[in-house]
């Protein structure tokens, strides 16, 4: 008998948004110290595929709703040739929702945001490295194997409901039958980063590599987190890179994701996180205003995130998303239908309301053991036609990445933020990138 | 190796800085660590995705098709009161469409019947309505597709035991299709009703040794897909 899942409420949204222009495919990958070896990687996936079955499903279509079916096809490794995070064409009975790609020393996996969210891949992914490293430890016949610890999922184990539970339906405080939801005033439309679109709509990713520790240490000399400190740096570059050049009075708007998990006490693998948006106007700036221009953004920016991320917050994010998934009539509109009026509320919504998405994904904490086999992290987000600019953070052994991906040909606004990363922190900063053309 | 202009180390082969474009030069004192370090980084080069060349030049003649008998028509629409080009029109989009439904690897075979069956129903339907309106696409033609497009469902799960509950839900889809069609039949301007109700008849008896066949899994297929 063929498994399926249903979706879980955030989940459901990127069947009907995604395109060739929002692929809706996110990238983790691991830059090891060695090559990676394809048959030691092939044998890692049929290991740690019955652990994570959950993830090995196809997107099928049902008559209300999309839902997930077990996928019986193998799942092959494959030597990257494609642009990272590359759409995928629906209903093939070869499309998969989770790739394996190895290219030198990357070990990538790109995952399709219906199945998990940041910190469900990356309990995948750790899974993977530290099953890699018992194969790869076992076929060198070391003696000592690398010890799984309680941070690595068990693969022996079986999967049990709670690693595929949809977590917002068990938060959710919103009455079932009188589903009362605040309505608030829509924020208005943001800055967008404009810019020639990429040859071959490839995916262009620019990395920085710096220590974790000692960044973190200087964020909290200024009295913020590394995600505030880096929303405030985006929003100053972009203002540099752009709107100092401008009469552009939209606010830019930075959306960081949000792990729910850590207010509300949740195992699941799925998506479970939401999206808290840090908004900062430059034309309410007093011209008299004597603080520096990035200190004042640093205040505003470490505020809101702080009040943003309270429990009461959150807990009204998820009653939103649940609103949506619980609403009677909506229940019953016809799968088709209701792609075309999620289409148009995630345009009007959702992409006009955000200039750049910073997601910190957190810390890959791996064994001693496989760590050391490890040189660095990376995390990719697809970019979209209206948010052509995206970053992502992720922290492997003290060495974190930022990526940029992008979808325009222009770098003016990454190169102003590692440059005013690099002069304000004064930390060795490694940058590379996969653009092949001179002419950026 | 240091950007000049940027004055941030750069891990690449190439000899260009990737946030400014600007040449820079490998130095030989880079440490053999920096250079191992920027052979880990890289990325492959991409290959050039081709553009679909075939669908866009049948797609093109579609359109070219299209456009020049709606022109010719307007033109000779004096002598002529017929309206022929918008047949032309059904029936170039018809060929276009039959062509890439069956030429495409994304769809079931099941999802493929039923977009077949709908492309087909609008081109009876506009030559119903250029030839008259006299209503033989609803009372005659597609209660005929219904019926074919149930026996070809009810083959494929008899011949493929293993995707039997794949079908049935595509046989249950074509069990509402006949409902509709019934539906249809009961309005006045129907006269031929028969083909309809022999339809939803064979239909029903079709649901009916669905569920009599099934095994266990049914319900649970069913339940996926009307997943409320």
């Known amino acids: 008998m063929i498994t399926w899942y249903s979706i879980d409420t955030a989940g459901k949204l990127f069947p009907s948004v995604s395109s060739n222009n929002n692929s809706s495919f996110f990238r983790i990958a691991a830059v090891l110290k060695e090559p990676i070896n394809q048959d030691i990687f092939q044998e890692t996936i049929d290991r740690v595929r019955p652990r994570f079955s959950f993830f090995f499903v196809r997107l099928r279509r049902g008559t209300f709703w999309n839902y997930l079916e077990e996928n019986n096809e193998p799942f092959l490794v494959q030597q990257e040739t494609d642009c990272p995070c590359t759409a995928s064409q629906f209903g093939r009975h070869d499309s998969h929702l989770i790739r394996f790609l190895y290219f030198g020393n990357r070990l990538s996996i790109e995952l399709f945001h219906s199945i998990t969210d940041g910190r469900g891949a990356i309990e995948f992914m750790k899974a993977v490295l530290f099953t890699y490293s018992v194969i790869a430890a076992e076929r060198n016949c070391d003696k000592v194997l690398p010890v799984p610890e309680e941070k690595i999922v068990n693969i022996q184990s079986t999967p049990v409901i709670d690693d595929y539970e949809n977590s917002f339906l068990r938060f959710a405080k919103i009455n079932k039958k009188g589903s009362k939801l605040e309505i608030r005033k829509f924020p208005p439309a943001s800055y967008h980063i404009e810019g020639t679109p990429a040859a071959q709509k490839c995916v262009g990713v620019i990395t920085g590599l710096i220590s974790s520790e000692q960044l973190n240490r200087y964020a909290k000399s200024l009295g913020t987190t590394v995600t505030g400190y880096l929303a405030s740096l985006l929003i100053y570059s972009i203002y540099s890179a752009r709107i100092k050049f401008s009469t552009e009075k939209k606010p830019v708007v930075v959306s960081v994701p949000v792990n729910l998990r850590r207010r509300f006490p949740s195992v699941t693998f799925r998506n479970f996180f939401a999206v808290v948006n840090i908004s900062f106007s430059f034309s309410t700036i007093e011209s008299e205003n004597s603080a520096p221009l990035f200190d004042t953004i640093l205040e505003s920016v470490s505020q809101q995130l702080e009040h943003l991320t309270r429990k009461e917050n959150l807990q009204r994010e998820i009653d939103k998303n649940i609103f949506f998934d619980k609403n009677r009539i909506g229940r019953w509109v016809p799968l088709r239908i209701k792609h075309l009026f999620v289409r148009l509320g995630f345009n009007l919504f959702g992409e006009v309301r955000r200039t750049i998405t910073l997601s910190n994904m957190g810390e890959i904490d791996l064994p001693s053991g496989t760590a050391q086999l490890v040189d660095h992290g990376e995390a990719l987000l697809y970019p979209s036609l209206k948010c052509p600019l995206n970053c992502a953070v992720i922290t492997v052994n003290d060495s974190m990445s930022i990526s940029f991906t992008k979808a325009i040909e222009e770098t003016d606004v990454i190169r102003s933020f590692f440059l005013l990363l690099k002069q304000q922190t004064n930390l060795q900063l490694q940058v590379y990138s996969n653009i092949s053309r001179e002419k950026v | ?228």
């Open chain 2, 1 to 228: 190796m240091i950007c000049p202009s940027c004055g941030i180390e750069i891990l690449t082969g190439k000899s260009f800085c990737p946030l400014c474009g600007m040449h820079i030069k490998h130095l030989s004192e880079d440490s053999a660590e920096l250079r191992e370090r920027a052979t880990a980084c890289r990325y492959p080069e991409y290959k050039e995705k081709k553009p679909d060349t075939v669908k866009t030049a049948v797609f093109f003649s579609t359109c070219v098709v299209s456009i020049v008998s709606l022109f010719i028509n307007y033109l000779t629409f004096a002598q002529n009161h017929f309206l022929w080009s918008l047949l032309v029109i059904s029936a170039v989009f018809f060929i276009y469409k039959t062509i890439f439904i069956w030429t495409s690897r994304v769809y079931y075979i099941g999802a493929k019947l039923f977009t077949q069956f709908f492309w087909s129903a609008q081109l009876m339907i506009v030559i119903d309505v250029l030839t008259g309106l006299s209503f033989w696409s609803f009372s005659l033609v597609i209660p005929w597709f219904s019926v074919g497009i149930t026996t070809i469902l009810t083959v494929l799960a008899a011949c493929n035991h293993k995707n039997y509950e794949e079908y049935t839900g595509y046989m249950t889809a074509a069990f509402f299709l006949s409902v509709v069609l019934f539906i249809i039949s009961l309005f006045p301007f129907i006269r031929t009703k028969w083909p309809s109700w022999a339809a939803m008849l064979y239909a029903i008896l079709t649901v009916f040794a669905l569920f009599l066949f099934s095994r266990r899994q049914l319900k649970e297929e069913l339940k996926k897909r009307f997943l409320l």
